[in-house]
C-alpha cells in the first residue's frame, strides 16, 4: 500500500512489465520516504567528516552485488537441471 491506501498491489496477478512498475514505484516511495526522515545536519555530524562511511557503503554495494550473481548462478543452474521451472519473459 503506498501512500493514502485507497488500494493494495496483487503482484500474483502483474505481467512482468507491471511487476517492473511496481517495483520502480516501491522503490521511489521508499527512496523519497527515507530522504524525507532525519535530520540531514545531524546525519552529516553523526557520519563526520571521514571516509569511512563511504568505505563501508562500497564494501556492502560490492558483496551484495557479488550475492546476487551466486543467486542468479543457482538460479541459472537450478533451471537447467529441472529443480525449478522457468518461463522466458
Not at 535530520?39 to 546476487?68: H, K, M, P
Request: with cysteine.
Amino acid at each position: 500500500q503506498l501512500r493514502d491506501w485507497k488500494g493494495i498491489a496483487q503482484p500474483e496477478a502483474m505481467v512482468p512489465t507491471g511487476m517492473r512498475a511496481f517495483g520502480e514505484l516501491c522503490g521511489a516511495t521508499l527512496a523519497r520516504a527515507h530522504a524525507r526522515s532525519g535530520d540531514r545536519i545531524a546525519i552529516a555530524s553523526y557520519l563526520g567528516g571521514g571516509d569511512v562511511f563511504d568505505r563501508a557503503l562500497v564494501t556492502f554495494a560490492e558483496r551484495y552485488a557479488d550475492q546476487n550473481e551466486r543467486d542468479y548462478r543457482a538460479l541459472v543452474d537450478a533451471v537447467r537441471s529441472g529443480r525449478v521451472t522457468a518461463a522466458a519473459a
